[in-house]
Nanobody, 124 residues
Framework: QVQLEESGGGLVQAGGSLRLSCTVS????????MCWFRQTPGKEREWVAA????????DYADPVEGRFTISRDNAKAMVYLEVTNLSCEDKAVYYC?????????????????WGQGTQVNVSS
């Protein structure tokens, strides 16, 4: 089974940008569609973006459409989330997740594997 490790979070000013990375190891990357979720304290995990295998199809939640870009490098077994024009509402722990089965990619319960998350903080 694959393992996921996120990186790239940090503190950024409102309007700024970050690139979040997800390193995939220990499995067959080609078996998985990938996504990013985010979560803030006291709230449910929120789907952000998804990308198919091998990467021809992407989808975004409305709050991030046009500001976030998900991509994958299949040769390096990496998934990225470019986050731009950040606002305080984007402050959250961002999680990478992988799924090998069909289902609604917006729902957390269709994902088989999760990373530990990377914190994104936005200052005004």
């Amino acid at each position: 089974q694959v393992q996921l490790e996120e990186s790239g979070g940090g503190l950024v000013q409102a309007g700024g940008s970050l690139r979040l990375s997800c390193t995939v190891s220990g499995g067959t990357f080609s078996s998985y569609a990938m996504c990013w979720f985010r979560q803030t304290p006291g709230k449910e995990r929120e789907w952000v973006a998804a990308i198919s295998w091998p990467g021809g199809v992407t989808d975004y939640a409305d709050p991030v459409e046009g500001r976030f870009t998900i991509s994958r490098d299949n040769a390096k077994a990496m998934v990225y989330l470019e986050v731009t024009n950040l606002s305080c509402e984007d402050k959250a722990v961002y999680y990478c997740a992988a799924r090998s089965r069909l289902g609604d990619h917006r729902l957390p319960n269709v994902y088989d594997v999760w990373g530990q998350g990377t914190q994104v903080n936005v200052s005004s």
